[in-house]
């Protein structure tokens, strides 16, 4: 990725964007050597607005999924009567029955 200051892109904006738009290139913007801002060609911002899209659209999916799950142990748990274990604590025991039965197959 190319960088040019603020101060050639006043002198040069024109070429500059041309090379942005037609050349595919993506320049990164500075000011006294640091970065400020990037030039972009139209394909590239579209494709970032996709996958935004796709990002906040797969939050809200794995939102409603968490929502589901928690809805599904609480009605587990209003049928058994109480709270249910914790799911990792579960997980451990189980591991190490798995554990147990392996190291006896020794």
């Known amino acids: ?21 037609f ?4 320049i990164v913007l ?6 400020k801002a990037a030039l972009v060609s139209m394909d590239d911002l579209e494709r970032l607005q ?11 999916r794995r939102k409603a999924a968490l929502e589901q799950a928690r809805a599904v142990r609480e009605k587990i748990a ?9 799911s990792v604590d579960e997980l451990r025991e189980l591991r190490e029955e798995r554990t147990d039965e392996l190291a006896g197959l020794r």
């Open 78 to 86: 209003a049928r058994v009567g109480g709270v249910l274990p914790d």
């Open 50 to 60: 996709e996958l935004d899209e796709d990002v906040v659209a797969h939050r809200a």
């Open 23 to 26: 050349g595919g290139e993506r």
């Open 1 to 21: 990725m190319n960088t040019v200051s603020i101060s050639e892109i006043k002198r040069d904006v024109s070429a500059i964007i041309n090379r942005v738009a």
């Open 30 to 35: 500075t000011s006294r050597g640091r970065p």
